[in-house]
């Protein structure tokens, strides 16, 4: 990669990492299914307009919109509400990956390998020795929310893999118009109209900039110069920098908000990066090819090709919100 693009990739983690702060901020200014309505809300509108149609089916638009958008971050903002740390989070957060992968067995066929399977058990590691740390300081209800949120994620990176979207912002776009109604609706009946309305009416300079700050900077650039890097390296070479995510996420709070990483902390970071790295890096086995129906010796038909239900891998520079554990290039923004 040329220094510029290096540059632009570990920018994008950045602004992904602090992400984490920022929304911590803006739950002090909003209820978080009000806050995280008004994310997707900026996201779409008017960029809607400008990127052009979808280029996808719309059954994966709606399925990525519900699983990324109200549950994901449905859950993941109410976890941080209720007293999950930001830099806890962005780190916490990086085990979508197991899941994704365990997720791509069961759905996709997949058959992981030893250095998978040995980096699941290292995140999983990880997470139990920063739910450990969670709990000798703070309830696990966030913790336990955040976890949630993963899965969530999870789901929704396989989803992606099905739509395979040629286009990574065009798609983050046209799924950022999905949860806004939904979100609206579960912060009206759990929220209430009297706390919606009183964080609209307070409504100041800071509450706008996490929003826009949420909006424009973690999504409509973030996934924007994802894809482009995508569309111009290998997803191998690209998908390391997303390791650096929780690194600026855990440095962000601490800098900003004061967050303090204890030496737990810091085991349960190098064990949950370190476990993601060999989850997310290393290519997972397709699924091996059946033989058709009345092979009785179980050799091929030289008449009928042998059909595969592996899962086809989408298009170098195919991006999406989400990590591709075939092909490794997907985020890990929040």
Request: aromatic share 8%; net charge positive; glycine share 10%.
């Amino acid at each position: 990669m040329r220094p510029a693009h290096v540059l632009l990739a570990v920018l994008v983690a950045a602004v992904w990492g602090v992400n984490f702060t920022v929304i911590e901020v803006g739950l002090g200014h909003f209820p978080p299914l009000l806050f995280s309505a008004l994310r997707f809300l900026v996201a779409a509108l008017p960029a809607v307009f400008l990127v052009g149609p979808p280029k996808v089916a719309w059954k994966w638009i709606v399925g990525v919109g519900l699983a990324l958008g109200v549950a994901k971050f449905g859950l993941l903002f109410i976890g941080m509400d209720v007293g999950m740390p930001g830099g806890l989070s962005s780190l916490v957060l990086q085990v979508q990956a197991v899941f994704t992968a365990l997720f791509a067995v069961a759905f996709l066929g997949e058959r992981p390998t030893r250095v998978r399977l040995a980096g699941m058990a290292v995140a999983l590691a990880g997470i139990g020795v920063a739910a450990v740390d969670e709990g000798a300081s703070g309830p696990l209800t966030g913790f336990a929310l955040v976890i949630a949120a993963a899965a969530c994620w999870g789901v929704s990176n396989i989803l992606t893999r099905k739509a395979s979207p040629p286009d990574s912002l065009n798609f983050m776009i046209w799924v950022s118009t999905v949860p806004v109604l939904p979100l609206l609706a579960l912060s009206l009946l759990l929220e209430g109209w009297s706390a919606d309305l009183a964080a609209l009416r307070s409504l100041d300079w800071s509450g706008a900039g996490t929003v826009f700050y949420v909006a424009w900077g973690a999504t409509v650039f973030g996934f924007g110069a994802w894809g482009w890097l995508l569309h111009r390296h290998p997803a191998s070479t690209v998908a390391p920098f997303s390791l650096l995510v929780p690194v600026f996420g855990m440095t962000s709070a601490a800098l900003f908000l004061g967050e303090s990483i204890t030496p737990l902390r810091w085991c349960a970071a190098a064990l949950l990066v370190g476990g993601v790295a060999l989850t997310s890096l290393t290519p997972a086995k397709p699924r091996e090819a059946q033989p058709p129906r009345g092979a009785g010796n179980g050799a091929l038909s030289h008449e009928q090709p042998a059909r595969t239900n592996a899962a086809l891998p989408p298009p170098r520079g195919a991006g999406n919100c989400a990590i591709n554990h075939d092909e490794p290039a997907r985020v890990n923004a929040a």
